[in-house]
């Protein structure tokens, strides 16, 4: 069993930046397919950034040059640097972790774009 708890999230103005970081409990934090997703009002959730066990990463291409996600295996955490925020961003993030067939969510953290 592995819980997620998100944090970081908040209210920034247009061009600004947000870090978010997803702690999780359990072992083998390290083997698991770690996921960010968003979902903002009346939109289905949609992928963001995943993170795989060798660090390999993938984006959205709305948020490709502008995200960063990362993992630090030793604290058992993974973050997502957001900069040039922008007001279509604003949704709860959530943290996803996926190692089949064992699939683990977040809470959310809502983050807000505007001025």
């Known amino acids: 069993q592995v819980q997620l708890v998100e944090s970081g999230g908040g209210l920034v103005q247009p061009g600004g930046s947000l870090k978010l970081s997803c702690a999780a409990s359990g072992s083998d934090f390290s083997s698991y397919v770690m996921v960010w997703y968003r979902q903002a009002p009346g939109n289905e959730r949609e992928l963001v950034a995943r993170i795989n066990s060798a660090s390999i990463t993938r984006y959205a291409d709305s948020v490709k040059g502008r995200f960063t996600i990362s993992r630090d295996n030793t604290k058992r955490t993974v973050y997502l640097q957001m900069n040039s925020l922008k007001p279509e961003d604003t949704a709860v993030y959530y943290c996803?972790?996926?190692?089949?067939?064992?699939?683990?969510w977040g809470q959310g953290t809502q983050v807000t774009v505007s001025s």
């Open positions: 996803n972790a996926k190692r089949p067939p064992n699939d683990y």
